[in-house]
């Protein structure tokens, strides 16, 4: 069993940036990042294997890159928006890469985003 430790939550202004961490203890085909506001269901933001994919509400803003020697993913966040407030989630995938949650095995545990207007 991967286990997905996520780092690098906090509170910005709108305009700002974050940098989201996540570590796997193992390797994984696929790793991405999922988000859930309160009161929303969990949805899609981005994923990575050989090649990438985001969801339009974050296309140009947010970017997904990946460390393999150090089974890590990052996700640089800029321009953030108010309705970008959520818990993010980062998702490892055994052999698939997509964009719905069936997609990924293994789960973070979640690190809080809040993004003030």
């Known amino acids: 069993q991967v286990q997905l430790v996520e780092s690098g939550g906090g509170f910005v202004q709108a305009g700002g940036s974050l940098r989201l961490s996540c570590a796997a203890s193992g390797p994984t085909f696929s790793m991405g990042w999922f988000r859930q506001a309160p009161g929303k269901e969990r949805e899609f933001v981005s994923a990575?294997?050989?090649?990438?994919l985001y969801a339009d509400s974050v296309k140009g803003r947010f970017t997904i890159s990946r460390d393999n020697a150090k089974n890590t993913v990052f996700l640089q966040m800029n321009s953030l928006k108010p309705e970008d407030t959520a818990v993010y989630y980062c998702?490892?995938?055994?052999?698939?890469?997509?964009?719905?949650?069936?997609?990924?095995?293994?789960w973070g545990q979640g690190t809080q985003v809040t993004v003030s207007s």
């Open positions: 998702a490892g995938g055994r052999n698939t890469l997509g964009y719905s949650a069936r997609n990924y095995d293994y």
């Open positions: 990575i294997s050989g090649y990438t």
